[in-house]
Antibody, heavy 122, light 106 residues
Framework: EVQLVESGGGLVQPGRSLRLSCVASGISFEDVAMHWVRQGPGKGLEWVAGISWNGGGVGYADSVKGRFTISRDNAMKSLYLQMNSLRPEDTALYYC???????????????WGQGTTVTVSS | DIQMTQSPSSLSASVGDRVTITCRASQNIDKFLNWYQHKPGKAPNLLIYATSNLQSGVPSRFSGSRSGTDFTLTISSLQPEDFATYYCQQSYSASTFGQGTRLEIK
C-alpha cells in the first residue's frame, strides 16, 4: 500500500523549534522529489519546501526561508522538516507529499499523507 | 517569486453544469501547472498535471488547458461528489498554490 505517515507535530512556544518526519512505504522513495505543504486554520494550501530525489536541489517558500530546513534519508525512506524560530503564523496542518517527478520542476503531487498538526502559541 | 491568481474564489453551480476555474501566472511557467481537489477532512487529490494530463483514476469530465500564462480547469458535467475546493499549483520555479476556488451547490 502506498502510504506517507507524518509525525512530530504538537504545541510549541513561539521562537522554539520542532522537527517533522515523514516515512514512506509502497513507493520508490529514492526516485522522487518530496515536498511539505501546509494549511493554516481557515486558509488555503501553501507550499513550504521541496527536495529533489537525491537531495541536491531544495527550495523554500519565502515565508520560511532561513528558518526551515528540508532533508531526506533515502535509505530510511524518510523526509524531514526542521522548523526553527517558529511563529504563530506557522500554525497549520503539515502534509508530506510525493512528486510524480524526481526534480523540483515537477509534475504534481500525487501522494499525500494525512498531515501532522503544528500549533505555535504561548 | 511566481504568483498564481485564481478565480473565482467561490462558485455556486448545479449538478450537470459545466464549470470553469482559471489561474493566471505572474510570469511564464511553461506547462508546469497542476490542479487539485480538496474536501474537508481529507488530503488533497491531484486531478490534472502538466496543464492537461489527467491523473490516473480521475474521471474524464475533468480537463485542463492553457493559453499563455492563463490556465483553465473545466468540469464538463458536475456530479454531486465534485463539490469541493479546487487549487492550482505551479511547479516551474519552487512552487506556489493559487488561493483556491470553493465550489458550492446552488
Amino acid at each position: 500500500e502506498v502510504q506517507l505517515v507524518e509525525s512530530g507535530g504538537g504545541l510549541v512556544q513561539p521562537g522554539r523549534s520542532l522537527r517533522l518526519s515523514c516515512v514512506a512505504s509502497g513507493i520508490s522513495f529514492e526516485d522522487v522529489a518530496m515536498h511539505w505543504v501546509r494549511q493554516g486554520p481557515g486558509k488555503g494550501l501553501e507550499w513550504v519546501a521541496g527536495i529533489s530525489w537525491n537531495g541536491g536541489g531544495v527550495g523554500y517558500a519565502d515565508s520560511v526561508k532561513g528558518r526551515f530546513t528540508i532533508s531526506r534519508d533515502n535509505a530510511m525512506k524518510s523526509l524531514y522538516l526542521q522548523m526553527n524560530s517558529l511563529r504563530p503564523e506557522d500554525t497549520a496542518l503539515y502534509y508530506c507529499t510525493k512528486d510524480k517527478n524526481g526534480w523540483l520542476r515537477g509534475y504534481g503531487m500525487d501522494v499525500w499523507g494525512q498531515g501532522t498538526t503544528v500549533t505555535v502559541s504561548s | 517569486d511566481i504568483q498564481m491568481t485564481q478565480s473565482p474564489s467561490s462558485l455556486s453551480a448545479s449538478v450537470g453544469d459545466r464549470v470553469t476555474i482559471t489561474c493566471r501566472a505572474s510570469q511564464n511557467i511553461d506547462k508546469f501547472l497542476n490542479w487539485y481537489q480538496h474536501k474537508p477532512g481529507k488530503a488533497p487529490n491531484l486531478l490534472i498535471y502538466a496543464t492537461s494530463n489527467l491523473q490516473s483514476g480521475v474521471p474524464s469530465r475533468f480537463s485542463g488547458s492553457r493559453s499563455g500564462t492563463d490556465f483553465t480547469l473545466t468540469i464538463s458535467s458536475l456530479q454531486p461528489e465534485d463539490f469541493a475546493t479546487y487549487y492550482c499549483q505551479q511547479s516551474y520555479s519552487a512552487s506556489t498554490f493559487g488561493q483556491g476556488t470553493r465550489l458550492e451547490i446552488k
